[in-house]
């Protein structure tokens, strides 16, 4: 009965009422006016991320990019899914990955030709400050390999028969402005030919027609090693600093008396604006996921050197071969042969 409480005591709890509710109010409030950053990276990852890789299935690239995913989803426990848009390079899939919403449920593979292909037009955007960087992961091995039954048995062969009959001979590569075409652009310059070049939208297509004897050199990272070693094909040069290891009877460029190195190692990155807490989860998971002995036995397989470089130094990286880009794409007239392509 209430007729019966002092009227102070009934003011008192009234008033003590109101202070819980005002406080309660109130942290509800703030907890409701966290950004949504803030609030997502509290809990990132709360769902499936999707990898995209700008390559075809079955390249080397991808099965790079599968091996770390796979080793990734496990320490951030949730699934990386890798979805492939292949073409243009890699461009296609870049565009995709730059246009997505930096939330970290989208991040992919960027190509190191990003810096070449935004300097000629076929990537609307400046990597340097356009992309977020979160790992760099390994390189690849190229080289150029024939049919085990082709004329050319040395890459002595190939220069004499491309000098006798210049565009004649034909090689495959994965795409035009791509690491393929252009290191056999910069070979053919240095060995004074010219070739016929025929472009693909991956290694793997590329080198499906090389096996069928339908073009005369393979322009690759190493999807050709598997066959080399069955015999099906012949390996000429590679195109690194050094032998690579698994084919250590093959010269390099560089020793034929040829100043062409390739190595394009593959990057992972994310759209720019990334928040800050969300960019550091991914770059620590594929810093582990680089250096863990399931993705070093898949790079070992694929002769995919291991060259890590965290984000920010990765992106230092970038700037410094965006700078080359500049130079080589007036060397060796890339606007011109994309124009008449």
Excluded at 31 to 49: F, H, N, Q, T
Excluded at 53 to 70: E, F, H, I, Y
Excluded at 140 to 161: H, W
Aim: net charge positive; glycine share 8%; charged share 20%.
């Amino acid at each position: 009965m209430t007729q019966g409480i002092p009227t102070n005591l009934t003011r008192r709890r009234l008033l003590l009422g109101s202070a819980a509710a005002t406080a309660a109010a109130a942290t509800g409030t703030a907890g409701l006016i966290l950004p949504r950053s803030a609030r997502a990276a509290a809990v990132y990852p709360e769902r499936p991320i999707t990898f995209i890789c700008p390559w075809p299935v079955g390249g080397t690239a991808d099965q790079s990019m599968r091996a770390l995913c796979q080793v990734a989803s496990g320490i951030l426990k949730q699934s990386v899914v890798v979805e492939n848009r292949a073409g243009a390079s890699g461009m296609i899939g870049t565009k995709a990955l730059a246009r997505a919403n930096p939330d970290g449920y989208t991040i992919g593979q960027i190509p190191i030709s990003v810096t070449r292909f935004s300097q000629l037009g076929m990537l609307q955007l400046d990597p340097r400050t356009e992309l977020t960087y979160l790992a760099r992961t390994s390189g690849q091995t190229f080289g150029i390999a024939v049919p085990a039954n082709s004329r050319f048995k040395t890459l002595e062969d190939v220069i004499a028969a491309a000098k006798a009959s210049p565009g004649r001979i034909t090689y495959a590569h994965a795409g035009i402005g791509g690491a393929t075409h252009v290191g056999m652009e910069q070979f053919a310059l240095a060995a004074n030919i010219r070739f016929n070049a025929i472009a693909y939208k991956g290694g793997a297509a590329a080198l499906q027609d090389v096996l069928a004897g339908q073009v005369d050199l393979l322009a690759d990272s190493s999807s050709w090693a598997p066959h080399v070693e069955a015999g099906k094909l012949r390996l000429l040069a590679t195109w690194g600093e050094q032998r690579t290891p698994r084919f250590k009877d093959t010269p390099t460029l560089r020793e034929l008396g040829y100043n062409v190195v390739v190595e394009a190692p593959n990057g992972i990155g994310a759209p720019k604006g990334l928040p800050p807490a969300v960019e550091k989860t991914l770059r620590d998971a594929f810093r582990a996921a680089v250096a863990s002995a399931e993705f070093k036995a898949v790079a070992a397989r694929i002769d995919a050197p291991v060259m890590y470089l965290d984000g920010p130094e990765y992106k230092k990286y970038v700037t410094t071969v965006y700078d080359q880009e500049t130079q080589l794409i007036q060397r060796l007239k890339l606007k011109e042969l994309l124009q008449q392509s």
